[in-house]
């Protein structure tokens, strides 16, 4: 795949980087070797195989506000980051069915929540989508805003409540937590940005268009 621009994606650091190598590779995007030391060095951004294609990692969080102001073309994240952010200079084509998991409501199993309380106390690194979520269902919540260990949170009397990404649900059952409900599906998407999409018009389509292929190809 010739690329005429220079091209650069973002992908979270951790599970999702390595869930997309296979996906990297079919394109002729393998990255630098320097990609895969996490542990010897703290460069973030990577040269690949084709010329003008770029590669940076950056926090989970972080990949759709640098793909919405431009420091990178397209992203690669998990829907639950993309809904959060809702940025109206990203879109998001291609669900590259990746990282599933899902979000939900979770609570302590040995608590009981009053369904008449005026208010619920809910912890989640996802406020957005925590309030959306019992707006829809026409109740208050007050979201306390955690950036990890989130599970903790009723056991300390931080919440009654949490929302969060479950996978295997290992987490849950370890504190004591049950699933109340479940939210959505999240799976990781690709993003891109709206001024890239109008200036590198050919090699953004020529790279969106192997990726749906691709994808479709591994379902």
Request: with cysteine; net charge positive.
């Amino acid at each position: 795949m010739k690329i005429n621009s220079k091209i650069i994606l973002a992908i979270p650091k951790g599970r999702i980087a390595k869930e997309i190598i296979s996906l990297l590779s079919s394109l002729n995007l393998d990255p630098e070797k320097d990609f895969f030391e996490d542990e010897k060095n703290r460069k973030l951004l990577f040269k690949t195989k084709t010329k003008n294609f770029f590669l940076t990692k950056v926090r989970n969080f972080d990949v759709p506000t640098i793909v919405a102001f431009g420091g990178a073309d397209f992203g690669i994240v998990g829907s639950d980051v993309v809904n959060e952010f809702d940025y109206e200079e990203v879109y998001s084509p291609i669900d590259l069915k990746l990282g599933k998991c899902s979000m939900v409501l979770a609570k302590n199993k040995n608590q009981k929540i009053d369904p008449d309380a005026s208010i619920i106390k809910v912890a989640s690194k996802y406020p957005i989508a925590t309030q959306n979520f019992f707006e829809n269902k026409g109740k208050q919540v007050e979201c306390i805003k955690l950036n990890g260990s989130i599970e903790i949170a009723p056991q300390l009397g931080i919440s009654e409540m949490i929302v969060d990404l479950v996978s295997t649900g290992k987490t849950l059952k370890e504190n004591n937590l049950e699933i109340v409900e479940k939210i959505s599906d999240i799976s990781s998407n690709l993003i891109v940005n709206r001024v890239s999409l109008k200036t590198k018009s050919d090699d953004i389509n020529k790279i969106e268009a192997f990726v749906m292929d691709t994808s479709l190809k591994s379902k």
